[in-house]
């Protein structure tokens, strides 16, 4: 480990998403970001989702070293990426990611996470040469500490980045993503949790979804008869993003398209011309939102119910934080909505589809505070500050949990 006085230099930060691999190059002499980038995570051709990467990863060793290599080199090429001519003046790298993504990029078989009671092989932080794991510099590598079986150095990492839980109240925070990722601080008490909400949020399990890349449909907002879309990059619009996606199902709930059930109306139930964009069929009516000459994009009823899974497993684990902590919504002082997804998304819509209680006003959205939060474990005086985090969080599992099941049922419906 380098002296906490050696700080010159670059440090390499990232955030090792199950979607996106996030990173930033720090000038360790101030600790400011002076580049910043993301590139999605190869290991997608072995499933969107956290549990598909673990089912491939148990498999072999040698699909595990697949896995690994994968990861490790959307890193390597991210911290190259960003730092150029300057890489050999890097010093410092930490990676903060899911409990899942963490013991893949170590090379480490997440098969403890496969099965209950879903613990992982290592809670405390981890910190190699970085020629260990496969980078060709003089350099330190950071693993962040895992709070439990899928709440991970990520979730630490926001924390970290908020100064969470030191004395300001009762406080919450989303992280929103394929694994989302939930923590509540109250009283001196960290409690976590992790809802595998599927990669709806970002674009997966949607017929025609994307990545935030131009083409995407970002944005949608009906107003009478006249439908208008936001597309990244003011481009023809190829598909739609998970910001998107919640956008589109807030406006046609607005507009009386789809019923709080979720149900996409057929067009004969609708009294104005938003009836011509409907197409009815056997498994299920679409939502054309753009026809070009290229075909169309539309939303599906099989959409809508993807993001009525996430947001429902979402909602289910914070209201059990809650209850665990023994308190209502409305006695919590402040909302925090991380995530680079989550920051794109108005507190309007995530109201509108029963993610947020009605009743949350001091709600903040934080972006990519992973990143932030690996940024800051740059400097080495900040990592006992995120082992302490990890330590004290008191991680509630929701696999099994007769509760969650009750609590996932009863949230399905929008605007709860």
């Not at 050999?88 to 480490?108: P, Q, V």
């Amino acid at each position: 480990m380098k002296k906490s006085g050696e700080n010159r230099g670059f440090g390499a930060a990232i955030d090792l998403g199950t979607t996106t691999v996030a990173g930033s190059l720090v000038d360790l002499a101030t600790g400011e970001a002076v580049a910043s980038s993301a590139v999605p995570n190869p290991q997608a051709k072995w499933g969107r989702d956290v549990v598909s990467r673990i089912d491939a990863a148990v498999k072999d060793a040698a699909t595990l070293a697949e896995l690994s290599d994968a990861s490790r080199q959307a890193c390597l090429t991210l911290i190259e990426g960003l730092a150029g001519e300057r890489k050999g003046l890097i010093r410092e790298i930490t990676i903060a990611g899911n409990s899942a993504m963490e013991h893949i990029f170590l090379g480490i078989s997440p098969d403890p996470l496969s099965k209950v009671p879903y613990r992982p092989a290592f809670k405390e932080a981890r910190t190699y040469p970085a020629t260990e794991v496969g980078f060709d510099m003089d350099a330190d590598v950071y693993v962040f500490p895992l709070i439990g079986g899928f709440v991970g150095g990520d979730a630490v990492a926001v924390a970290l980045s908020l100064g969470f839980g030191k004395g300001r109240g009762s406080e919450l925070v989303i992280d929103i993503g394929t694994n989302s990722e939930i923590l509540l601080a109250h009283q001196g008490q960290i409690f976590a949790t992790s809802a595998a909400a599927g990669p709806a949020f970002e674009g997966g399990e949607v017929a025609q979804g994307m990545v935030a890349a131009p083409g995407a449909i970002e944005g949608i907002m009906i107003d009478g008869d006249n439908v208008r879309l936001s597309v990244i990059g003011s481009a023809a619009p190829k598909g739609i993003c998970g910001s998107g996606l919640i956008e589109a199902v807030h406006a046609l709930i607005g507009a009386s398209v789809i019923n709080r059930s979720g149900r996409i109306a057929d067009s004969n139930e609708m009294g104005t011309n938003l009836a011509s964009r409907i197409k009815n069929g056997p498994e299920g009516n679409s939502f054309v939102f753009y026809r070009g000459a290229k075909g169309e994009v539309s939303l599906t009823q099989s959409d809508v119910r993807a993001l009525q899974t996430a947001k429902s497993a979402t909602r289910a684990g914070i209201n059990i934080l809650l209850d665990k902590a023994g308190l209502r919504p409305e006695e919590l002082n402040k909302v925090y909505v991380a995530g680079a997804f989550g920051s794109k998304l108005s507190q309007e819509s995530l109201k509108g589809i029963g993610l947020l209680h009605n009743i949350w006003e001091n709600v903040e959205y934080v972006g990519d505070a992973a990143l932030k939060g690996a940024e800051m474990a740059l400097n080495v005086k900040e990592r006992a500050e995120a082992g302490e985090i990890a330590r004290k969080a008191k991680y509630v599992p929701l696999s099994g949990s007769a509760h969650f099941e009750r609590e996932f049922i009863r949230n399905m419906d929008f605007g709860i």
